[in-house]
């Protein structure tokens, strides 16, 4: 039987490879047993050649395919190793369900302790910090023109805006100062900020010992969700995702959050990519059983651990068209193959 076969590891490896479209031997791989034990069982021979345009196929308008599927179109190959299903490619090829289930997962670096020399303004956030700033400068304002205002219509000496502004500083920081007010509106003014300055100083103090206490750390995206909605994420497919099936379950789903995902997309080398990873705010879009092969292989220390996380939910390979649109496959739900062989 004649075998067409594309690199796809650890389902396809080749041993030699003498150039596109000629004869290659199988390493030790998924496919490689599973046409031992299958030649071996049915009792037949088979030779595997690598297709010459290392595509699984697409369809043209005339309803021709490229590629592997080309191949089987054409009558050209027999046998097929690891292909994913559509549904156009139903039309001229049939599927043998062979694999259990597999996921596209995210792959990003583990949770990072933050830098405690960021502590001390860890408790709030951007925006709160410059709301406070913004309110201890209105407040200076404020009380300089109730000042200014009582000055012009009965009598006394006017304050200058800097004793307001270090008054309405020290108060937050629970410095003594003098009243700088000699009005009623100005003292009445004086007392909300009071109140202010101690609402503000007891929720620094409280989340300022929390985060000495218990070290934060960075978030890693566990979910495709969070891939958008983490601020300044980046994250990227190898090549191989472009050519084959899940690409098309990215390009052709019809919910926004894929279509948003393939859309930001960056394409780059496997060790590329990963030293990415390693610098923070960037992710791998990988198979989970490529990375459960690779990542303790190559990135694990003398006790096996390693600095990746994988995310909890992925997406299946499978085109959304040949399974209406599947939702995202939590690492080992045990939902239909979607990775098979084809005959």
Not at 283 to 296: A, C, D, H, T, V
Request: glycine share 6%.
């Amino acid at each position: 039987m004649r075998t067409v076969s594309v690199p796809v590891f650890p389902y396809v490896a080749y041993e030699a490879y003498d150039g596109p479209g000629n004869l290659v031997t199988l390493a030790d791989s998924t496919d490689t047993r599973l046409l031992v034990s299958l030649s071996d069982e049915l009792n037949f021979t088979y030779d595997v050649y690598a297709d010459p345009s290392q595509i699984s196929g697409s369809e043209d308008e005339d309803g021709n395919f490229n590629g592997i599927v080309g191949q089987i179109q054409r009558q050209e190959a027999d046998l097929s190793t690891v292909l994913a299903i559509s549904r156009d490619r139903l039309r001229v090829a049939d599927y043998i369900g062979v694999y259990p289930p597999d996921t596209i997962i995210i792959v990003s670096l583990k949770p990072q302790l933050l830098p405690q020399h960021l502590a001390l303004i860890r408790p709030f956030a951007v925006e709160v910090w410059l709301g406070v700033l913004v309110c201890v400068l209105v407040w200076a304002v404020v009380l300089w023109m109730l000042q200014w205002m009582y000055v012009w219509a009965v009598s006394g000496s006017p304050i200058r805006i800097s004793t307001t502004v270090l008054y309405s500083w020290a108060a937050l920081l629970e410095e003594s100062m003098s009243d700088p007010s000699s009005s009623f509106s100005g003292q009445m003014h004086v007392g909300c900020w009071l109140v202010f300055c101690l609402i503000i100083s007891t929720g620094f103090k409280s989340s300022l010992v929390a985060n000495l206490t218990i070290q934060g750390t960075t978030r890693s995206p566990e979910t495709l969700e969070d891939l958008v909605q983490i601020k300044g994420w980046r994250w990227g497919f190898e090549p191989w995702m472009v050519r084959y099936g899940p690409a098309r379950y990215f390009s052709e789903h019809t919910d926004p959050l894929i279509k948003e995902i393939d859309r930001r997309k960056e394409v780059l080398p496997l060790e590329e990519g990963l030293k990415e990873v390693l610098k923070g705010g960037f992710s791998m879009m990988e198979s989970l059983k490529r990375m459960q092969y690779i990542i303790p292989s190559r990135y694990a220390d003398s006790r096996g651990r390693t600095p990746f996380n994988i995310g909890k939910k992925g997406a299946t390979h499978v085109s959304p068209e040949a399974q209406g649109t599947p939702e995202p496959l939590s690492v080992g739900d045990p939902r239909p193959v979607m990775t098979q062989n084809v005959v």
